[in-house]
């Protein structure tokens, strides 16, 4: 007897039989499950219709004589939205022109009545390994599809923009709902709108709010939305935002802001999913990923009582956080050419050379703004509007290389955290966010030993 199916950890593959004859449908099913194989059954072709979506995670055993649509008809159907799904067709004795014009239609098989149990477990396993191949390779392009968009976003070649990256690629296809930690200017929505492009709901609809940037007594109808007469001036309907991101992604920024009372509600959400308007009793189904961002310490202002526990803890189910620029400076160089080619384009202005100095200069500043101040301080290069950093370069670095000069930062930064750490490698390699013997490594290469 064969060893049940090996199936792909990610998702597991599943036959679907459709079959009218309870006798027939009931012999499929018990040869499936001694086999190992997951199995469902039904009794019409309008039933299995309403199973298979476009990337069905399993093959279809169907009749060719079924009540209402037949199975020829479903054959098309299913092939027309999914061109690779195996589909197996069952077909009477002496069918023969039937079962050839089912493999024209695109069937992966055809088993004739009577058939044994063993013969219909061995096409169906053979169905299930093309199948399982199929949808590793689709995984495999989407994913390689999912990291270049990623990268053409979040640019960066440091190691936490790679782990950064490395998260998202994992988050985004899945329905966790994530919290975004980051300094202002970080880009926090820029990645919450990652996560929501390369999703399966990026059909759907996508809808920010600023918890910070509406009056308390506002955001409550903004996010749940109310009925007419529900409060003075209310005069129609209004569909909520957390409503209008059903399907889709609902981005709230800066949500250390929002009100203690709405936190209560929201919460309520997010753990039942469903949403109630001001002035209405009717609790409206909502499926929807919820992603926060803040660039306070939730934990803590949950422990001094100014941000719900519970919401904190319902929120920080995945956590992505975003390091500050002044952490990551061997991103500068890159981040500046990327916005300087962007300022270029939208101001119709050729593209600066920036001389040493002044690379030392940014390469020296701490960032305060993060990623949107050196936006701001690439457009005013296009532009030709002077900026000055506060950091005048050191006389050796005048005259230096790009390269000399981020070696010479680097040199700077390792020993400054050195310095701080009373010369502990393994407490200066988690400040630095660098493996203990690639840091061993950089204090020998600048003779910082001893």
């Not at 000399?404 to 010369?423: M, T």
Request: proline content about 5%; aromatic content about 4%.
């Amino acid at each position: 007897m064969n060893p049940p199916l090996a199936l792909p950890q990610t998702e597991e593959l599943k036959v679907l039989i459709v079959e009218d004859d309870p006798n027939v449908r009931l012999g499929c099913e018990q040869a499936m499950q001694l086999a190992g194989i997951p199995v469902q059954a039904v009794a019409s072709a309008e039933a299995g219709q309403r199973l298979v979506g476009p990337d069905f995670p399993g093959v279809v055993v169907t009749d060719m004589r079924l009540p209402g649509m037949d199975g020829m008809q479903f054959l098309r159907a299913l092939i027309a939205q999914d061109a690779a799904l195996p589909v197996i067709m069952i077909t009477g004795h002496g069918d023969v022109t039937l079962a050839v014009e089912a493999m024209r239609s695109g069937a992966y098989d055809f088993i004739p009545k009577p058939f044994s149990p063993e013969h219909l477990v061995e096409v169906v396993r053979r169905a299930l390994e093309k199948r399982a191949l199929t949808m590793e390779v689709e995984s495999l392009r989407r994913r390689l599809h999912h990291r270049d968009a990623i990268e053409g976003r979040l640019i960066g070649r440091s190691p936490q923009m790679e782990k950064v990256r490395r998260l998202l690629l994992e988050l985004a296809d899945t329905s966790v709902d994530v919290l975004i930690v980051g300094e202002t200017g970080t880009g926090k929505e820029m990645v919450a709108r990652c996560l929501h492009d390369l999703s399966s709901r990026h059909a759907a609809n996508y809808v920010a709010l600023n918890c910070g940037g509406l009056p308390d007594n506002l955001i409550d109808s903004e996010l749940f939305g109310h009925e007419a007469g529900a409060f003075t001036g209310a005069q129609k309907r209004r569909i909520g935002k957390i409503e209008h991101a059903n399907g889709g992604t609902l981005f709230l920024d800066e949500v250390e802001s929002m009100p203690m009372a709405v936190q209560i509600k929201l919460l309520r959400v997010l753990q039942e999913r469903v949403v109630e308007r001001l002035g209405s009793n009717a609790l409206i189904p909502v499926v929807c990923r919820v992603v926060a961002a803040t660039k306070e310490d939730l934990r803590e202002l949950a422990d001094r009582q100014k941000f719900r526990a519970d919401l904190y803890y319902r929120l920080n189910v995945a956590r992505v956080e975003l390091p500050p620029l002044r952490e990551r400076r061997e991103d500068i160089p890159l981040l500046l050419e990327h916005f300087m080619l962007h300022a270029a384009q939208v101001h119709q202005r050729p593209i600066p050379e920036v001389a040493r100095d002044q690379m030392q200069q940014l390469m020296a500043h701490d960032w305060p703004g993060n990623v949107r101040e050196l936006r701001n301080a690439a457009e005013c290069l296009v532009l030709g509007l002077r900026r000055d950093f506060g950091a005048s370069p050191s006389p050796e670095a005048r005259g230096a290389s790009l390269a000399e000069a981020v070696e010479n930062f680097e040199r700077s930064l390792i020993a400054a955290e050195l310095r701080r750490q009373n010369g502990n490698l393994a407490r200066s390699s988690e400040a630095l966010q660098i493996a203990k013997t690639t840091l061993h490594d950089k204090i020998r290469k600048y003779g910082l030993a001893g």
